[in-house]
């Protein structure tokens, strides 16, 4: 059982896991990059929806629904691999960029997969949000670990103003951005001090995670397009 799967044994889907699943919706045509044993697929098929999938470890794929139309057991990252494909209303690539050896590589590829209409969904931790930055300044680590942040697998670093300017010059443009929020500076302090606590989370919180999202996002969504 790998990492991943051992994760989701234990949490389930995650928030941005499910988020994905909401935008897909149901009755589409889905490619999923990186699909582990297929617990994400599985939610699709659920949905009504058609499913191809590209996991390059075998032992995940034995798990994978039988229900799955195609698996594609070889990396996104093999050129050959385009031609076999067809094209989809929505490619899923959910913690997968930051994995690979040349990601602009692989944007550009997946336009030839892509139509007009195309969704393309990544997400992806944000190296420069509020607890790293914490972490770099207080105690200067970064010791990369089994998952999270610093997955020791983790090839890329990405943050919420970079992806969106790799994916512009990859032939995609942002339409929509999504976070998961993790502690402001502060905030635990600020929330125990009468009535201004209060204003302060109900009115204050919401604006500074608007104005500061490389700060205020731990995890972050986006939903793109052919440019």
């Known amino acids: 059982m790998n990492i991943y799967e051992k994760i989701f044994k234990k949490h389930g889907l995650s928030k941005t896991q499910?988020?994905?699943?909401?935008?897909?919706?149901?009755?589409?045509?889905?490619?999923?990059?990186?699909?582990?044993?297929?617990?994400?697929?599985?939610?699709f098929l659920e949905n009504g929806c058609q499913v191809d999938v590209v996991e390059t470890n075998w032992q995940a794929v034995k798990k994978i629904p039988a229900s799955v139309r195609k698996i594609f057991n070889q990396s996104i990252e093999d050129p050959t691999l385009y031609h076999k494909l067809g094209k989809y209303e929505f490619i899923v690539m959910a913690d997968v960029l930051e994995h690979l050896v040349d990601p602009g590589q692989v944007l550009r590829g997946l336009l030839k997969v892509a139509s007009a209409n195309t969704k393309l969904l990544l997400s992806l931790p944000n190296i420069a949000c509020w607890a790293m930055r914490k972490q770099l300044f207080f105690k200067g680590e970064f010791e990369y670990q089994d998952s999270g942040l610093l997955d020791k697998t983790h090839l890329h670093f990405y943050t919420v103003q970079t992806l969106p300017k790799i994916l512009s010059q990859s032939g995609w443009q942002v339409e929509d951005l999504r976070g998961t929020i993790t502690r402001l500076p502060l905030e635990g302090l600020i929330s125990k001090i009468p009535i201004f606590?209060?204003?302060?989370?109900?009115?204050l919180y919401p604006k500074l995670v608007e104005k500061f999202k490389n700060l205020s996002y731990y995890h972050f969504l986006v939903v793109t397009s052919k440019k």
């Open 18 to 43: 499910q988020e994905i699943i909401n935008i897909v919706g149901r009755q589409k045509s889905v490619l999923e990059i990186g699909s582990s044993t297929g617990y994400m697929s599985k939610a």
């Open 197 to 203: 606590g209060w204003f302060f989370k109900k009115v």
